[in-house]
């Protein structure tokens, strides 16, 4: 992490609205950078977190990220008021803000509120948020890092009291379903009430549209048929295969930095080439881990209201008793597959902000595995769903139709909230 402390960030100043300094569609984007790669870095250090839980504490911070830098550009809107619940945000104060201090104690505080009550990841988290203050202290008057460091604490305080009635904490207790052909879990479900949680863009149920398979142990049914798919695909797993199903497990084990945070790593390499200035930056960051959000819940809603069997189930007690996958099977049922859907819904939506654009994803090369290039990014989000398939955790038939879902929340999400002001 010291390299992440080092890194120097440029910053002017020029008057702009209600912020002093750059205008933020003009201003360096490193800062967001820097957080976004150590956001990353704390995902890899927590355990005892359920994976989909990530896609609340990336989509809560974007969004307070992005809210924190709407006054300092004239052409950005607020979503307050668009997304479900979120009003009455604080207003900003009459004597100018920097742009700059607003984000680092924005960005920092929301961490601290979802990863803060480890006494280690707090300190890392203020270490971060001083080391990137001393460089931007060196640029702004004190009192305007004060002024500007109330707002923040002000701005999120409301967003954090708004994600707090966003459902995510049930007491519900979970029964599971009996019978042949229905999802039982092997330990704690995981997350089996998400389907309940406020999805950001109102009205985000309508994208739900998905056909879950009908279930059969007839060996000529189509159920078998994909089930017999996964089996025989194992068996022959080319090392390539194993690379990608390996590459994508993004289990939150300490080890990887979960699906939510892979995407902000292949983000934060994009921000990095395209040199996005922070308002833009921002945007983009809040367009995707919104969809990845919205898409989570969907995911869940299919699981848990379908609750197809998993192949390592049907696989076992159908065609190979002693069979198993090349990766766990996660706590959850298996329709529609998530990381289909979780990719393709952050796939769209940053195809729609950047365009067909190559990529290269470094997520990984820290810990042996190397960067891995790809056309577009519909691409990434394709291989992200077939790793399932050769993880031996899904069928392909749920992968398709968790692209589907994917892109029907993405364009939903582009359809339904403004991020300019039209003129």
Same mark, same amino acid.
């Given at each position: ?61 974007? &969004?307070?990220?992005?809210? %924190?830098?709407? /006054? !300092?550009?004239?052409?950005? @809107?607020?979503?307050?008021? *668009?997304?479900? $619940? ?72 409301? &967003?954090?009291?708004?994600? %707090?009635?966003? /459902? !995510?904490?049930?007491?519900? @207790?979970?029964?599971?379903? *009996?019978?042949? $052909? ?242």
């Amino acid at each position: 992490m010291k390299k992440l402390f080092l890194l120097t960030l440029l910053f002017t100043s020029v008057a702009a609205n209600n912020f002093a300094g750059e205008p933020g569609k003009k201003l360096s984007a490193t800062l967001l950078i820097n957080w976004l790669d150590f956001h990353c870095q704390v995902v890899r250090s927590v355990s005892g977190i359920s994976h989909v839980a990530y896609s609340r504490h990336f989509s809560y911070t974007a &969004i307070a990220v992005y809210e %924190s830098m709407v /006054g !300092s550009d004239a052409s950005y @809107k607020s979503l307050s008021g *668009q997304l479900s $619940g979120l009003s009455n945000l604080p207003l900003l104060p009459s004597l100018p803000l920097s742009p700059e201090a607003t984000v680092n104690a924005t960005y920092a505080t929301l961490l601290r509120n979802f990863y803060g009550d480890k006494a280690v990841l707090k300190a890392r988290i203020d270490s971060m948020e001083s080391a990137m203050e001393k460089t931007l202290l060196s640029k702004i008057d004190p009192l305007q890092a004060d002024r500007s460091r109330k707002y923040a604490n002000e701005l999120t305080a409301h &967003i954090i009291n708004w994600a %707090s009635a966003d /459902g !995510s904490i049930s007491t519900k @207790k979970y029964s599971a379903l *009996q019978g042949e $052909g229905v999802w039982a879990p092997v330990s704690e479900a995981a997350a089996p009430f998400w389907a309940e949680n406020r999805s950001m863009v109102p009205a985000m149920v309508n994208a739900f549209a998905i056909v879950a398979p009908s279930y059969s142990s007839d060996k000529q049914s189509s159920f078998y048929q994909m089930a017999n798919e996964v089996y025989s695909v194992s068996k022959q797993l080319t090392a390539e295969q194993k690379a990608i199903a390996l590459f994508w497990d993004d289990s939150p084990n300490g080890k990887y930095m979960t699906a939510f945070g892979h995407w902000t790593s292949i983000l934060s390499g994009l921000i990095r080439e395209k040199k996005l200035s922070l308002s833009e930056a921002s945007e983009a960051f809040v367009r995707m881990t919104i969809a990845m959000h919205d898409a989570a819940i969907l995911a869940w809603k299919g699981k848990y209201q379908y609750n197809v069997v998993r192949p390592i189930t049907y696989i076992q007690q159908h065609i190979d008793k002693e069979w198993k996958p090349l990766i766990s099977t996660p706590p959850h049922p298996e329709f529609p597959a998530a990381h289909a859907t979780i990719s393709n819904a952050a796939a769209v939506a940053l195809t729609q902000y950047f365009g067909a654009v190559p990529v290269t994803d470094k997520s990984y090369v820290d810990i042996g595995m190397p960067e891995r290039k790809f056309s577009s990014l519909l691409a990434v989000a394709k291989e992200a769903g077939i790793s399932r398939l050769y993880g031996g955790i899904h069928y392909r038939y749920s992968i398709e139709q968790g692209f589907t879902l994917g892109e029907a929340v993405a364009n939903l999400l582009n359809k339904s909230i403004s991020f300019h002001i039209k003129r």
